[in-house]
């Protein structure tokens, strides 16, 4: 059996090829939502050590891979019964793409919708309003029954879903204007990642 893999981390490589593999399956895909300041991705890593493993990323994220998607387009694998349609959600940076499986009822956001938040938008030429108008237009409009699976989450939770995220999102449930003005003032660090390798 064919599988895929999300936003793959440099450090979790070794688990995460141990998990596939006694799983029995064949890791075919590697998919990047967007170029990511706070970690490193892992698909070279698994590319060196996987022959015929794929890299696929937004082409408007500007980096490497084997195949660019542009918006609108799917991501097959397993002979093509499995699909994802490539979403463009810009706005943490301005590659960012989700991926909807309409099959199970669920997206995988990267960092442009998090669990009870969203991607700062300070770096990476990340625009606030530009975020917001694609979360309300490509995410909020999927069915509310729809599984969140965000990169990351910092509070240890796996998933959410749209209808609770349109409904309490501390940010995303606000209208423009309050999304903009909280945006503008976090006033968060840079990640360690970022401030190292500039």
Known sequence: KECIIIDPVLE???RDLKAIDALGLTLTLAVNTHCHADHITGTGA????LAGL????SKASGAKADRHL???EAVRWAGGRRTLAALATPGHTPGCMSFFDDSIGCVFTGDALLIGSCGRTD???GNPEVL???VHAKLFSLPETTLVLPAHDYKG???ST???EKSSNPRLSKSKAEFLEIMRNLELPYPDRVLTES
């Open 162 to 164: 749209i209808a609770a």
């Open 123 to 125: 770096f990476q030429q």
């Open 132 to 134: 917001y108008d694609s």
């Open 70 to 72: 542009k918006p609108g």
């Open 54 to 57: 794929s890299s696929l990323i």
């Open 46 to 49: 698994m590319k060196r050590r």
């Open 157 to 159: 939770r796996a998933y």
């Open 12 to 14: 979790q490589v070794d």
